[in-house]
C-alpha cells in the first residue's frame, strides 16, 4: 500500500511540473518544431555578438534544432511590444535578451515572459548532474527576479559598481585602500598631496554625473527614501543624510580631488585619463575593463573597492547589481529554449566571455582581469538595488531635475545647503 501510495504521489508531482511547464507553452516533444527564434539586443558584428554566434553555431551543429536569430540591436524590447501590438503573434520570438531592469519593467507592465524557477532546477547544467539553477551567484538570479518574486530572466553577465583604482600608484606610494568615507578622504588628500589627482570625473556625461551622489544616498538614506523623495513624497529637507550626502560632495569639489578642467570632461575621456595614470581613481560599472581593453597599458593594474560607508548608514552594505539576461516568452517551448541557454553556460563558453573582460554570473566562473574582487563586494552585499539606484524610471525629473541639480553641486556652482533647497523647490514645482 505504501508503496502504491508513493506511486501515485510521483505521478502527482510529475503530471504537476509537466502542467508547470505546458504554462510556458507545449514541449516540442520528440515530433514537435526543431527551430527557435532569438531576439538579441545585440549589433551583428559587436565583439559580444560574435562570441555569442559560435556557441550558435555549435549548438546547432550538435542538436540538429535550428536558431533564427535575429539581431535587433538595443530596441530589441521595443521591436517586440510593436510586434505584439500589430498582432502578428506567429512572428514573435521564443527568446529575448537586453538589461535585466528593462526586462522586468516589461514583465511588470504586459506580463510577456515565462516564469523559470521550477523549469531550471528541474534542468540539469549541461555536462553536469548539478541542476542549472544552481550554478547560478545566488545575487545574480534575484536581479532576475519580478515584484512578485518569481525568475523571469537568467543572467548572462553579471556587473556591479565600484570604485576602480591604480593597484601600482597605490603600492608605490604607500597608500591603502580605504573601506570607510573617512578614509577614502584621506587617500584623497595623499594623493593631492603627491600631485596625482585622486579620481577622474566626468564633469559633463549626464549618465555619470549623478552617480557619486545616487550611490551615497543609497546607503545613507535606503533606496526607498531616495526614489521616495524623487516622487516628491518627502521633501529633501526632511532627512539630515540628504545634506550630508551633499556635503561629501560639495567636499571633494572643494577639496580639488577631481582632475584639472574637470568641469568640460566628457566621456570617455576621463576614464582614459585614469587608465593613462592621469588619476588614481575612477567610479564606474564593471563593464568598465572591458570598454578600455584598447586604451589599456599591458603592464597596468586596475582592482576595485566598494563605495565607502559611512557611519550610521540606514542601508548599509547596499550593493548595485545589474546585468544582461535571457528571457523566454510564455508561448514559447520553454524546455526546449531554455536548452539552448543551458548550452551557453558550458565551461569553454564562459571562459572565452570572461576572457572578454565580462563578469561572469556563475558561482565557479572565472574572473574577469580587474575584476577578481567583484563576487567579494556582492558576497558582502547586506543587500542589493539596480543601477542607479533605478532612479531612471522618474524620466524627465531624473534628467531635468535631479541630475541637472547635481551637477551643478559637483561643478561647486552651489554649496550643499543650496542643493537642498533648490531639489525642495524644483520637485514641489514639477509634480504641481
Same mark, same amino acid.
Given at each position: 500500500?505504501?508503496?502504491?501510495?508513493?506511486?501515485?504521489?510521483?505521478?502527482?508531482?510529475?503530471?504537476?511540473?509537466?502542467?508547470?511547464?505546458?504554462?510556458?507553452?507545449?514541449?516540442?516533444?520528440?515530433?514537435?518544431?526543431?527551430?527557435?527564434?532569438?531576439?538579441?539586443?545585440?549589433?551583428?558584428?559587436?565583439?559580444?555578438?560574435?562570441?555569442?554566434?559560435?556557441?550558435?553555431?555549435?549548438?546547432?551543429?550538435?542538436?540538429?534544432?535550428?536558431?533564427?536569430?535575429?539581431?535587433?540591436?538595443?530596441?530589441?524590447?521595443?521591436?517586440?511590444?510593436?510586434?505584439?501590438?500589430?498582432?502578428?503573434?506567429?512572428?514573435?520570438?521564443?527568446?529575448?535578451?537586453?538589461?535585466?531592469?528593462?526586462?522586468?519593467?516589461?514583465?511588470?507592465?504586459?506580463?510577456?515572459?515565462?516564469?523559470?524557477?521550477?523549469?531550471?532546477?528541474?534542468?540539469?547544467?549541461?555536462?553536469?548532474?548539478?541542476?542549472?539553477?544552481?550554478?547560478?551567484?545566488?545575487?545574480?538570479?534575484?536581479?532576475?527576479?519580478?515584484?512578485?518574486?518569481?525568475?523571469?530572466?537568467?543572467?548572462?553577465?553579471?556587473?556591479?559598481?565600484?570604485?576602480?583604482?591604480?593597484?601600482?600608484?597605490?603600492?608605490?606610494?604607500?597608500?591603502?585602500?580605504?573601506?570607510?568615507?573617512?578614509?577614502?578622504?584621506?587617500?584623497?588628500?595623499?594623493?593631492?598631496?603627491?600631485?596625482?589627482?585622486?579620481?577622474?570625473?566626468?564633469?559633463?556625461?549626464?549618465?555619470?554625473?549623478?552617480?557619486?551622489?545616487?550611490?551615497?544616498?543609497?546607503?545613507?538614506?535606503?533606496?526607498?527614501?531616495?526614489?521616495? &523623495?524623487?516622487?516628491? +513624497?518627502?521633501? #529633501?529637507?526632511?532627512?539630515?543624510?540628504? !545634506?550630508?550626502? $551633499?556635503?561629501?560632495?560639495? /567636499? *571633494?569639489?572643494?577639496?580639488?580631488?577631481?582632475?584639472?578642467?574637470?568641469?568640460?570632461?566628457?566621456?570617455?575621456?576621463?576614464?582614459?585619463?585614469?587608465?593613462?595614470?592621469?588619476?588614481?581613481?575612477?567610479?564606474?560599472?564593471?563593464?568598465?575593463?572591458?570598454?578600455?581593453?584598447?586604451?589599456?597599458?599591458?603592464?597596468?593594474?586596475?582592482?576595485?573597492?566598494?563605495?565607502?560607508?559611512?557611519?550610521?548608514?540606514? &542601508?548599509?552594505?547596499? +550593493?548595485?547589481? #545589474?546585468?544582461?539576461?535571457?528571457?523566454? !516568452?510564455?508561448? $514559447?517551448?520553454?524546455?526546449? /529554449? *531554455?536548452?539552448?541557454?543551458?548550452?551557453?553556460?558550458?565551461?569553454?563558453?564562459?571562459?572565452?566571455?570572461?576572457?572578454?573582460?565580462?563578469?561572469?554570473?556563475?558561482?565557479?566562473?572565472?574572473?574577469?582581469?580587474?575584476?577578481?574582487?567583484?563576487?567579494?563586494?556582492?558576497?558582502?552585499?547586506?543587500?542589493?538595488?539596480?543601477?542607479?539606484?533605478?532612479?531612471?524610471?522618474?524620466?524627465?525629473?531624473?534628467?531635468?531635475?535631479?541630475?541637472?541639480?547635481?551637477?551643478?553641486?559637483?561643478?561647486?556652482?552651489?554649496?550643499?545647503?543650496?542643493?537642498?533647497?533648490?531639489?525642495?523647490?524644483?520637485?514641489?514645482?514639477?509634480?504641481?
Amino acid at each position: 500500500m505504501k508503496r502504491a501510495v508513493r506511486k501515485a504521489v510521483a505521478l502527482l508531482l510529475g503530471v504537476l511540473l509537466l502542467a508547470s511547464c505546458a504554462s510556458c507553452g507545449a514541449s516540442s516533444g520528440d515530433g514537435g518544431k526543431k527551430e527557435i527564434t532569438y531576439w538579441s539586443f545585440m549589433n551583428e558584428g559587436e565583439p559580444v555578438q560574435k562570441w555569442m554566434q559560435t556557441f550558435i553555431d555549435d549548438y546547432e551543429k550538435e542538436t540538429g534544432v535550428k536558431i533564427n536569430v535575429v539581431w535587433c540591436g538595443r530596441d530589441v524590447l521595443i521591436k517586440l511590444q510593436s510586434a505584439i501590438a500589430s498582432g502578428s503573434s506567429e512572428d514573435l520570438p521564443d527568446i529575448v535578451d537586453q538589461m535585466n531592469t528593462t526586462v522586468l519593467t516589461l514583465q511588470e507592465s504586459d506580463g510577456l515572459f515565462c516564469p523559470l524557477d521550477e523549469l531550471m532546477k528541474q534542468t540539469k547544467a549541461y555536462g553536469s548532474e548539478t541542476p542549472f539553477y544552481d550554478i547560478f551567484d545566488e545575487t545574480a538570479l534575484n536581479a532576475g527576479r519580478a515584484s512578485d518574486g518569481k525568475l523571469y530572466c537568467i543572467p548572462r553577465e553579471m556587473y556591479t559598481s565600484a570604485v576602480f583604482y591604480n593597484v601600482k600608484m597605490f603600492e608605490e606610494n604607500g597608500v591603502s585602500v580605504p573601506t570607510t568615507w573617512d578614509e577614502f578622504m584621506d587617500v584623497c588628500e595623499q594623493f593631492k598631496a603627491l600631485g596625482i589627482a585622486p579620481i577622474a570625473y566626468d564633469g559633463i556625461f549626464e549618465e555619470y554625473i549623478p552617480w557619486w551622489y545616487i550611490r551615497s544616498c543609497e546607503r545613507m538614506v535606503g533606496v526607498d527614501t531616495l526614489q521616495a &523623495a524623487c516622487r516628491g +513624497e518627502v521633501a #529633501w529637507s526632511s532627512n539630515s543624510r540628504f !545634506l550630508e550626502a $551633499a556635503q561629501d560632495m560639495q /567636499a *571633494l569639489v572643494d577639496n580639488g580631488y577631481f582632475q584639472e578642467n574637470y568641469e568640460g570632461a566628457n566621456w570617455p575621456s576621463s576614464q582614459i585619463y585614469w587608465v593613462s595614470g592621469g588619476a588614481a581613481m575612477y567610479y564606474c560599472g564593471t563593464w568598465l575593463p572591458s570598454e578600455l581593453a584598447e586604451s589599456t597599458p599591458e603592464d597596468y593594474v586596475m582592482d576595485i573597492f566598494s563605495f565607502p560607508a559611512h557611519d550610521d548608514e540606514d &542601508a548599509p552594505g547596499v +550593493e548595485e547589481v #545589474w546585468g544582461n539576461y535571457w528571457a523566454i !516568452l510564455k508561448d $514559447a517551448d520553454a524546455e526546449l /529554449a *531554455l536548452d539552448f541557454i543551458n548550452y551557453s553556460f558550458q565551461k569553454k563558453y564562459d571562459d572565452a566571455k570572461s576572457d572578454m573582460i565580462i563578469p561572469s554570473p556563475l558561482k565557479d566562473g572565472k574572473p574577469a582581469a580587474g575584476l577578481e574582487s567583484q563576487s567579494d563586494i556582492l558576497a558582502n552585499a547586506a543587500s542589493t538595488c539596480e543601477i542607479y539606484g533605478d532612479l531612471v524610471q522618474y524620466g524627465d525629473y531624473y534628467s531635468n531635475i535631479f541630475t541637472r541639480n547635481i551637477n551643478d553641486l559637483m561643478l561647486g556652482k552651489m554649496t550643499a545647503e543650496e542643493f537642498i533647497g533648490k531639489m525642495d523647490a524644483d520637485t514641489a514645482n514639477y509634480y504641481k
